[in-house]
């Protein structure tokens, strides 16, 4: 398949098509009668919805996971999940491996472009440590689920219920199987369960890392002098949004939310509300019921999502890192930026400037049209396409009551959040060669 590709399409057209392709197939094999519980078809756009929402890791769902599909359909959700998320380029290449086919240069370079490796060579052994740690990690996660949910539900459902949370956590999808207790309740009935909650956190903190800081850590282990920059970026943005943003929830909801609850459990409740919104979408939290300061926060929180390379959406937190270091260096009349005694080229702050000012021009056109067509209160809707673009999945209840045409608009949101906003641009963008003319330079006066 990709070699027909190789002559028509770049590495990011290759990307963002191979997506789209596996999107269509999921949406046409979810509108059967057998992808249903009731075996009756589900609407195209409904079935559109949903495959991007799980191709994506999004997690935004028109109807209860659980209730409405049936066990195939549920599994073809599953698939889309693992898939969408891992990569599908990375699926494709895997397959060449086990058929011990050899995977050439093109096949490589888009391996590279998929993942964010910044190196051509050893992408093949990368390729192989995702898969191996993919699968360990969501065993490991599903049998200490399973401790939870095979007594409480029997041994059949528990499994499922363990394997699909599991995967879904991993993924940072956010896709649950909670409508066997209630419809659309997602994890609110554990919000006191240790178990559950912190096998969640790890998983969906491992997955939202990013393949390359995986890298690091099996090659280096624990010895973080010798990490790369980018993973030394992530790892230090992510302890300050965990800690910072749990403590922050922490006050935010002293007097509302976590009023009377021991100690215990409002840090538990912080910290899975700091994680889940970087991508996850599990609820333990009612977000109709929160805070103003908790829906800023959460919303701040989606934004900036998971690491580069990662099952994650958002603008990523190495984009958040370079802009908040080169706006200290600004400020303090720096030329030359440093970071852990590293230089961050003038090139990398251009494509995290143009994240930020796509994802942004994007949320805002998005909440405009909601907004004008469904009506919806501004911050409801403002979460709503947040969600979407960054692929984190909560909702404050207005996924199920959109329109056609909104629906449409948030489909598009959680396709540009997962193939990445400037991958999608520049797949959408002319190949052309610009032409070396030396204009004269003015200055702008600017802030």
């Not at 009506?375 to 996924?399: P, Q």
């Amino acid at each position: 398949m990709l070699e027909k590709l190789r002559e028509k399409f770049t590495y990011t057209q290759t990307i963002v098509l191979s997506f789209a392709l596996l999107t269509l197939i999921g949406a046409t094999i979810l509108t059967l009668p057998i992808s249903s519980a009731t075996g009756t078809m589900t609407p195209v756009l409904n079935a559109i919805f949903t495959s991007t929402s799980a191709m994506s890791g999004a997690g935004l769902v028109l109807y209860d996971t659980y209730t409405h599909w049936s066990l195939f359909g549920r599994i073809v959700i599953l698939l889309l999940i693992q898939i969408g998320n891992l990569g599908f380029i990375i699926v494709i290449s895997m397959f060449s491996l086990f058929l011990r086919k050899r995977i050439g240069i093109y096949e490589r370079r888009v391996l590279m472009q998929s993942e964010g490796t910044l190196r051509l060579s050893g992408v093949v052994k990368l390729l192989k440590r995702i898969f191996f740690v993919t699968f360990i990690t969501e065993l490991i996660g599903a049998a200490i689920l399973a401790i939870r949910y095979c007594p409480e539900f029997g041994v059949g459902p528990g499994i499922e219920l363990s394997i699909f949370h599991s995967v879904s956590a991993f993924c940072n999808a956010g896709f649950d199987l909670m409508g066997i207790k209630a419809p659309f309740s997602s994890l609110t009935s554990y919000h006191d369960d240790p178990l559950v909650c912190v096998t969640l956190i790890v998983l969906i903190i491992i997955g939202g890392v990013g393949f390359l800081v995986w890298d690091d850590v099996i090659n280096h282990k624990f010895n973080f002098q010798k990490y790369s920059l980018h993973s030394k970026l992530v790892f230090a943005t992510n302890f300050i949004l965990f800690v910072g943003g749990a403590l922050l929830f922490m006050i935010f909801e002293d007097k509302n939310l976590f009023e009377g609850l021991p100690i215990w459990e409002k840090v538990l409740k912080a910290f899975f509300a700091s994680v889940t919104p970087r991508n996850a979408g599990f609820a333990t939290l009612d977000y109709t019921q929160v805070s103003q300061g908790s829906e800023m926060l959460t919303d701040l929180l989606m934004f900036i999502g998971a690491g580069s390379g990662s099952t994650g959406g958002g603008i990523k937190v190495t984009t958040v890192a370079v802009l908040f270091v080169f706006t200290i260096a600004a400020a303090r009349n720096n030329t030359h930026p440093q970071v852990f005694k590293r230089s961050i080229p003038t090139e990398v702050l251009k494509q995290s400037v143009a994240i930020l000012v796509i994802y942004i021009i994007a949320v805002f056109t998005a909440t405009a049209v909601i907004c004008t067509i469904d009506n919806f209160t501004i911050t409801d809707t403002i979460f709503e396409t947040i969600s979407a673009i960054s692929t984190s999945g909560l909702s404050k209840g207005i996924t199920t009551e959109l329109s056609g045409v909104s629906k449409l608009v948030v489909i598009a949101l959680m396709f540009g959040g997962r193939v990445g906003g400037l991958t999608l641009m520049l797949t959408l963008a002319e190949k052309k060669v610009n032409a070396p003319i030396d204009r004269p330079k003015e200055n702008v006066i600017v802030g």
